[in-house]
């Protein structure tokens, strides 16, 4: 490939997350975004690349925040399961409240 040929390449990012919202109810969260970029070099295609997925994560993280807002979501709870035998330690319990700033979650993705 020469270094002044334009490549173009069609780029997806979807990012979804099912949370329940009361006993026997739940949401999905779902974004997706669709973008065409143009690149030279296949470090520029990579920046181009990741500038993408970090957009598609404030997107999602916004997203998030405001429906869990406006379903009136003001505790989390997630359930983890481990592989220990132990009834009681089958499952940890992890409580948050009102969701206004998700970053913690999604502070790896950085």
Known sequence: MKNDEIKTTVVS????????????ESADIEIECKDTIEWTSLEERQIKLRNLTQLAI?????????????????????????NKSKPDEDKKTIKKDKVEDISDIFDGLK
Request: with cysteine; aromatic share 10%; glycine share 2%.
């Open 13 to 24: 990012r979807r990012i979804a997350r099912k949370i329940q919202t009361r006993q026997y």
């Open 58 to 82: 404030i997107d999602f993280q916004e997203t998030f925040v405001e429906v869990c807002n406006a379903l009136g979501i003001e505790q989390k709870t997630a359930f983890i399961k481990s």
